[in-house]
């Protein structure tokens, strides 16, 4: 081939991929007839120019998530140990198999500083393999700020320029013995404001009150706004102490914090065993289960939310 024929036929092929581009765009947008679309049009096309650095497939993946800004996005922090390897392994399971539409949930596991040598070995790998790990600034610590290390670390950790504001629109602080429902914490998030939101179980159990007096540490969720707030005002830095839910609630209520509330009791409980005032059975409309202690727990919870019933058939197992 002839040089000049060969840029010949490269400009049209540059001309046909933009073609093709602008018509993944045009369908992306064709279903909004909103005001912002023309804008995201726009957006979708420049961002999707061919250039040297960018491969055709991961510029279409790119197109067709162009949507995805209206996305609900969650940080999920589970406060662990750098030690749980199991615990992390087996909650990777739970909520790698879930997926729930319209939103952005990452689940984050997060500790404070490494402290043994083999941590520093098989704690990266994680990373390397999952990339779902925060470490924080601080020393491993129950009832001494590790909350408030992870909520006020959060502006910072997340305010790179190349993300949308807020980076996360919700925050939830969880445990490692709660089985969290992605599809119906989103659900239960959507008609709920996305300002100054502190929402959960709320403490004591028989109350129904979500402004007495704070939510459970079982997972509770805030609004960005919130996390913010927690960074910069002098109300939490100067109450550190004491059991770490309680103080939140403290730090809410005498910053005049959190006019919305939402308490998501009785979606949100413990284990029914053993029964007390903060459990009841197991039931179809449920965001979290709290308390599982054992093994057996999380089976029998498991297998009554029917988790496995999507496992796609295939000649290379069996399970009955
Ligand atoms: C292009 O694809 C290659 C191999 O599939 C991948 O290693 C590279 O990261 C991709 N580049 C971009 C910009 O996505
Ligand atoms: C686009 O969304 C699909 C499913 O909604 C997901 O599997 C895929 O990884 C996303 N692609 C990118 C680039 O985010
Ligand atoms: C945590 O580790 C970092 C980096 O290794 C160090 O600068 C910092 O002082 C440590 N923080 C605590 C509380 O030990
Ligand atoms: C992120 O926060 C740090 C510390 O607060 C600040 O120095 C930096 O400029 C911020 N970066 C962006 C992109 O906002
Ligand atoms: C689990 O599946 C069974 C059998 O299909 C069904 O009767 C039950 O309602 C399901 N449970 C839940 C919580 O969806």
């Not at 093709?20 to 961002?47: H, M, P, Q, T, V």
Request: net charge neutral; glycine share 4%.
């Amino acid at each position: 081939m002839k040089p000049s024929t060969r840029s010949l036929e490269g400009k049209r092929f540059i001309l046909s991929a933009l073609a093709f581009i602008l018509f993944l765009c045009a369908l992306a947008s064709i279903n909004e007839i909103r005001f912002d679309s023309l804008l995201k049009f726009g957006r979708c096309a420049l961002s999707n120019l061919p250039s040297q650095s960018h491969n055709a497939s991961s510029e279409i993946s790119a197109a067709s998530n162009s949507s995805s800004s209206d996305d609900i996005r969650i940080l999920i922090g589970i406060l662990t140990l750098p030690d749980q390897y199991q615990r992390r392994h087996f909650l990777r399971l739970i909520y790698g198999t879930q997926s729930p539409a319209g939103a952005q949930v990452d689940v984050k596991f997060v500790f404070c500083n490494l402290t043994k040598e083999d941590q520093k070995v098989l704690v990266a790998l994680e990373i390397m393999r999952y990339d779902d790990i925060i470490i924080l600034n601080c020393k491993e610590n129950m009832n001494k700020g590790k909350t408030y290390t992870f909520f006020s670390s959060l502006p910072e950790i997340f305010n790179s320029t190349d993300r949308p504001y807020p980076p996360y629109h919700y925050v939830m602080k969880g445990d490692d013995d709660t089985y969290l429902r992605l599809e119906n914490l989103v659900d239960s998030l959507r008609p709920l404001p996305r300002e100054d939101l502190y929402y959960g179980y709320v403490i004591p159990c028989p109350s129904m009150d979500p402004f007495v007096h704070y939510m459970s540490g079982m997972g509770y969720l805030v609004s960005w706004d919130i996390a913010e707030w927690i960074r910069e005002s002098e109300i939490p830095r100067n109450n550190l102490e004491g059991p770490e839910d309680k103080v939140f609630g403290d730090w809410m209520r005498d910053g005049h914090r959190a006019k919305n509330r939402y308490n998501a009791k009785w979606s949100m409980y413990n284990f029914p065993e053993p029964p007390t005032r903060c459990t009841h059975e197991l039931w179809p409309d449920t965001i979290a289960v709290h308390l599982l202690k054992n093994q057996d727990k999380w089976i029998h919870t498991l297998k009554y939310f029917n988790v496995t019933s999507n496992l796609k058939p295939s000649k290379l197992y069996h399970i009955p």
